[in-house]
Nanobody
Framework: QVQLTESGGGLVQTGGSLRLSCTYSGRTYDRIHIAWFRQTPGKEREFVAIVFWTDNRTYNPDFAKGRFTISKDGANVFLQMNHLYPNDTAVYYC???????????????WGQGTQVTVSS
């Protein structure tokens, strides 16, 4: 079992920044990949960023490149979000998997989510 807890969400104006944190623990906590996803009502969870435990390599989809940066420090994973827009408003989730994947359904463990709201 892996437990994940997110924090750092909130309300920010367009163009602003937020830093999300995810603290994880569990029996195999040092051999899992950690990713961030986001979800808005009525839509599927969208991949935002991932850090791979094997070499700490990171990956973002195109919409996040240059704005969202994932980093890891021990059992804490951070998502630095800059230049935020109203369409970045969502619940952001931290998730863990042992598989080499960015597909939400392949992630075995999820946090409770943290709300990010970007006002116009």
């Amino acid at each position: 079992q892996v437990q994940l807890t997110e924090s750092g969400g909130g309300l920010v104006q367009t163009g602003g920044s937020l830093r999300l944190s995810c603290t994880y623990s569990g029996r195999t906590y040092d051999r899992i990949h950690i990713a961030w996803f986001r979800q808005t009502p009525g839509k599927e969870r969208e991949f935002v960023a991932i850090v791979f435990w094997t070499d700490n390599r990171t990956y973002n989809p195109d919409f996040a490149k240059g704005r969202f940066t994932i980093s890891k420090d021990g059992a804490n994973v951070f998502l630095q979000m800059n230049h935020l827009y109203p369409n970045d408003t969502a619940v952001y989730y931290c998730a863990a998997t042992k598989s080499f994947t960015i597909t939400a359904s392949d992630f075995d463990y999820w946090g409770q989510g943290t709300q990010v709201t970007v006002s116009s």
